[in-house]
């Protein structure tokens, strides 16, 4: 089962901040929390991951919480083509050491012009 | 460099018939694995790989085999198909497993339907 939980919509204006909430509050010490993207049908797209620290590219900014119960996705001035579902995933590691990513259902943002 | 290609885009099949997913990836990526998609729920991993000659199951592995006799190519076969396995189906790949930053790369889908 899914080991995150997210909004299933949000609304953003174009240009303005998206901020993407996840709740994984059952989250172990050495797991990641990673964040992708899917566009229409398309295949996911990896947008961002973070261990402890905020995480910054080009894309987006990661904020974890202190005790990292909970994070935030930020696209700092969303577009018209960040409409998509985000999915928060936490890496887990099976016996060999080996990464499964656990999807749950995501976000569907809806960026407005 | 291509990425991720599959093929074929869209199938129809009929119930028993067989067919092989094609997934193929140039950027010597060692991991690669196959999920699924269904209306209200996230994408599910079917099977894996991490190297040519090592597969093992993810959460949905029954009424499909895998094989992995390259580094490029990760083959899906579906041996009798059920209207249960009518989905979109996605490969991944990415460099390794055991590094947090081995990001996946997705290939564009392929949507299949059995009736």
């Not at chain 1, 990641?32 to 899917?38: G, H, I, T």
């Not at chain 1, 999915?87 to 012009?113: E, F, H």
Request: aromatic residues 8%.
């Amino acid at each position: 089962d899914a080991k995150t939980t997210q909004p299933p919509s949000m609304d953003c204006a174009e240009g303005r901040a998206a901020n993407l909430p996840c709740n994984h509050s059952t989250i172990s010490g050495n797991e990641y929390v990673y964040w992708y993207r899917q566009i229409h049908s398309q295949g996911p797209q990896y947008i961002i991951h973070g261990l402890k620290n905020n995480e910054t590219n080009e894309m987006a900014s990661l904020i974890i919480t202190e005790d990292r119960k909970s994070s935030t996705l930020i696209l700092p001035h969303a577009t018209l083509r960040d409409t998509a579902v985000y999915y928060c995933i936490v890496r887990v590691l099976n016996a060999g050491n080996n990464r499964k990513l656990i999807w749950g259902l995501g976000t569907s943002l809806a960026v407005n012009p | 460099n291509a990425g991720v290609t599959q093929t074929p885009k869209f199938q129809v099949l009929k119930t028993g018939q067989s067919m092989t997913l094609q997934c193929a990836q140039d950027m010597n990526h060692e991991y690669m694995s196959w999920y699924r998609q269904d209306p209200g729920m996230g994408l599910r991993l079917i099977h894996y790989s991490v190297g040519a000659g090592i597969t093992d199951q993810g959460e949905v592995p029954n009424g499909y085999n895998v094989s992995r006799s390259t580094t490029e190519d990760f083959p899906l076969r579906l041996l009798s198909a059920a209207p249960s396995q009518t989905s979109v189906y996605f490969c991944a790949s990415s460099y390794s497993s055991s590094r947090p930053s081995d990001t996946q790369y997705f290939g564009p889908g392929t949507r299949l339907t059995v009736l």
